[in-house]
Structures are given as structure tokens and as C-alpha cells.
């Protein structure tokens, strides 16, 4: 089983630039597939970005499309959001997620077992 650890997160101001990471351990990384999700106060969690277990394939949420970009290096076990331009609307909790990667994609966040614990991003406008 997957255990899954955030960090990056912080105080940064409109327009700037935050790199997120997610430091697996506990299982073969290159087993999972992976996501990114956050959730704003009084807000559902939301889907961010998806990646295949090869980096063959990524998807975005139409949001932040352009503007965050999700990778990862299966030989460090780690996953990543870098993320530009941020605004106000980008505040919230950061999770990264993860599911077995031959059962397909998905963008809800039931369908991902594995999360992290969650790293704040705040945007100062």
C-alpha cells in the first residue's frame, strides 16, 4: 500500500509561481496512477490534474488548464504540480491521490484509495 506525503505548499502572491511534490513510498510508484485534487474552505474537493503511470498521458481541469502542469519521476517516486500564474481562486488545500493504473482514468476523488495528508497553497491578491 501507497503512503503519500505533500509539500511545496505556502503564501504566495497573484501571479506567482508554486512547485507541489509528492513523495510516495511503500509500493512500486510506477504501479499507480496519479492525481491532484484540492479543496477550498466550505468547498468540495475538486479535480486538478491527472497523470498516467508513464507520463504518456495528463489531463487538467479546463480551470487551471495553460497554467499548472503535472509530472513525475518514477525513479525518485515522486509526483509534481508545478503551478504559474496563480490567483485568489487557486487558494485552498492541495492533496495528491493515487489508484491502480490498470483501472483506467478518472477525475473523481472517490475513485483514488490513496491520499496524502494535504499542503496549504494560499494566493494573496
Known amino acids: 500500500q501507497v503512503q503519500l506525503v505533500e509539500s511545496g505548499g505556502g503564501l504566495v502572491q497573484a501571479g506567482g509561481s508554486l512547485r507541489l511534490s509528492c513523495a510516495a513510498s511503500g509500493g512500486t510508484f510506477a504501479n499507480y496512477a496519479m492525481g491532484w485534487f484540492r479543496q477550498a474552505p466550505g468547498k468540495e474537493r475538486e479535480f486538478v490534474a491527472y497523470?498516467?503511470?508513464?507520463?504518456?498521458?495528463?489531463n487538467y481541469a479546463d480551470s487551471v488548464k495553460g497554467r499548472f502542469t503535472i509530472s513525475r519521476d518514477n525513479a525518485k517516486n515522486t509526483l509534481y504540480l508545478q503551478m504559474n500564474s496563480l490567483n485568489p481562486e487557486d487558494t485552498a488545500v492541495y492533496f495528491c491521490a493515487a489508484r491502480n493504473r490498470f483501472l483506467g482514468i478518472t477525475t473523481t476523488p472517490k475513485e483514488f484509495p490513496y491520499w496524502g495528508q494535504g499542503t496549504q497553497v494560499t494566493v494573496s491578491s
Open positions: 497523470i498516467n503511470w508513464s507520463s504518456a498521458y495528463t
